[in-house]
Nanobody, 123 residues
Framework: MQLAESGGGLVQVGDSLRVTCVASGRPFTNYAMAWFRQALGKEREFVASIDRSARDAYYSEAVKGRFTISRDNTKNTVSLQMNSLRPEDTAVYYC?????????????????WGQGTQVTVSS
């Protein structure tokens, strides 16, 4: 499976931004999808995940209430709507896919990764 993120950029504190990942090469509905992020000098961390049917979504405490993950199984896309952005949200955001899983916060669960898209929140 190939994953390609887009939509990152430079925004101000309190702004909103939407990043999107397009999947190809494998049946999209076989995969739970997730977003992770990695700030400079830090480990990659879980942000949000969504199950194969888009029925259940999971969020880290750091983004709960501000970010929303969604997927469109007709377009093979997964998106992350980010509202009320903060400087600590600055990171490279990665899309990831895990076959048959419902939910996992562990990067090792995910077998496919995108190249990442930079999100920078300026104060």
């Amino acid at each position: 499976m190939q994953l390609a993120e887009s939509g990152g950029g430079l925004v101000q504190v309190g702004d909103s931004l939407r990043v999107t990942c397009v999947a190809s090469g494998r049946p999209f509905t076989n995969y739970a999808m997730a977003w992770f992020r990695q700030a400079l000098g830090k480990e990659r961390e879980f942000v949000a995940s969504i199950d194969r049917s888009a029925r259940d979504a999971y969020y880290s405490e750091a983004v709960k209430g501000r970010f929303t993950i969604s997927r469109d199984n007709t377009k093979n896309t997964v998106s992350l709507q980010m509202n009320s952005l903060r400087p600590e949200d600055t990171a490279v955001y990665y899309c990831a896919a895990a076959k048959y899983y419902t939910h996992s916060e562990h990067p090792s669960t995910y077998e496919y990764w995108g190249q990442g898209t930079q999100v920078t929140v300026s104060s």
